[in-house]
């Protein structure tokens, strides 16, 4: 069965360091996969997609990037927080045209 | 979209009632679409889909309808129960074009249910 992995839970950042989030997707081959932010009480905004190994679309022009090292790795990154990154991550994995399966998300909390 | 930052309408309702959660969708290229159920502290959950060459269908205690022609979709749910309380959104699909594979979410409707 496919099992999607993200960490970690729970993150506390100082304003100005980088950031680094990974998720990795076990059981399937080229999944779509996708980055969500989610404010609290909001909804989820879709901030990069990737149909296939270095085929990344990027939705919101902000202070991130996604890469795509691994058919089933996607790494959210920033080189400097900012106070606005705070939020709740979620990646998603989905096969072609099905539905998208979420991980448990992190909450980032930038001080 | 832009609703992502508004604050979720919300839906009260007693338990057994009959809950409906509506979703206005924005693009009428979209194939396919989905409600997910979310949890506090927790990702999204699937719970029923359909595509855009369907306008119904049904699950358990749950039903998906599709207006294609004023792009709404809504979700009913039959006898709702106190664990059916969370934020429900729904979420469209791009199944082709420049756009292939971009899945996008609705608001989100804010459901509780009253003992």
């Known amino acids: 069965s496919q099992t999607i992995h993200q960490w970690p839970a729970t993150l506390v950042q100082p304003v100005g360091s980088p950031l680094s989030l990974e998720c990795t997707v076990e059981g399937t081959s080229n999944p779509n996969l996708y980055w969500y932010r989610q404010a609290a009480g909001r909804g989820l905004q879709l901030l990069f997609y990737s149909v296939g190994i270095g085929q990344i679309s990027s939705e919101v022009p902000q202070n991130l990037s996604a890469s795509r090292p691994q058919d089933r790795q996607f790494i959210l990154s920033s080189k400097k927080l900012l106070l606005s990154d705070s939020g709740f991550y979620l990646c998603?994995?989905?096969?072609?045209?099905?539905?998208?399966?979420f991980g448990q998300g992190t909450r980032l909390t930038v001080v | 979209g832009e609703s992502v930052g508004l604050h979720l309408p919300t839906l009260s309702v007693q338990e057994g009632d009959n809950s409906i959660i509506n979703c206005a969708y924005s693009n009428s290229a979209s194939d396919y679409f989905i409600w997910y159920k979310q949890e506090s502290g927790k990702g999204p959950q699937f719970i029923i889909d359909?595509?855009?060459?369907?306008d119904k269908r049904q699950g358990q205690r749950v039903t998906v309808l599709l207006n294609k022609t004023v792009k709404h979709l809504s979700l009913q749910i039959a006898a709702t129960q106190p664990g059916d309380s969370a934020v429900y959104f729904c979420a469209e699909l791009r199944a082709g074009g420049t756009s292939y594979g971009k899945l996008t979410f609705g608001q989100g409707t804010i459901l509780t249910v009253h003992p």
């Open positions: 359909i595509r855009s060459n369907m």
């Open positions: 998603a994995w989905s096969a072609e045209n099905t539905e998208a399966f």
